[in-house]
């Protein structure tokens, strides 16, 4: 499981991040296309500011192993300036892994046109 932070993000740009899980030992790509992953970004009272799914294709599996989440400017823009928590699982059949819990920080952009 990764624990930390991702880069900080702006409220009024898309936010894109692509995740390649492999092996800890052989270092091999981990295969995961028949896998569900999910990812939560929540505020630090609990309340869900952005889901993504590979359920809806709002997270792709570009490659193998790779998992990516691409949340535009618009739904950027309902984030306010500050700390928020992201949480990603996966799942196959019956069985649900956390992979990371994780935080980052969002900023109020500065370009308005």
């Known amino acids: ?3 930390g932070y991702f880069a900080t993000a702006s409220n009024r740009a898309d936010w894109t ?3 390649v899980l ?9 295969d995961i296309a028949d896998c569900r992953v999910t990812l939560t970004v929540a505020d630090d009272g609990g309340c869900v500011r952005l889901r993504a799914s590979t359920d809806d294709g ?26 928020y928590r992201v949480g990603v ?24 046109q």
């Open 89 to 112: 699982r996966i799942s196959r059949d019956d069985r649900t892994v956390q992979l990371v819990i994780g935080n980052i920080n969002v900023m109020e952009g500065i370009d308005q």
């Open 17 to 19: 991040e692509a995740v």
């Open 58 to 83: 709002s997270i792709t599996l570009p490659d193998v192993g790779t998992f990516q989440w691409d949340f535009d400017a618009t739904q950027m823009s309902g984030l306010c300036p500050g700390a």
């Open 22 to 30: 492999t092996d800890a030992e052989s270092g091999e790509v981990i």
């Open 1 to 3: 499981m990764y624990t």
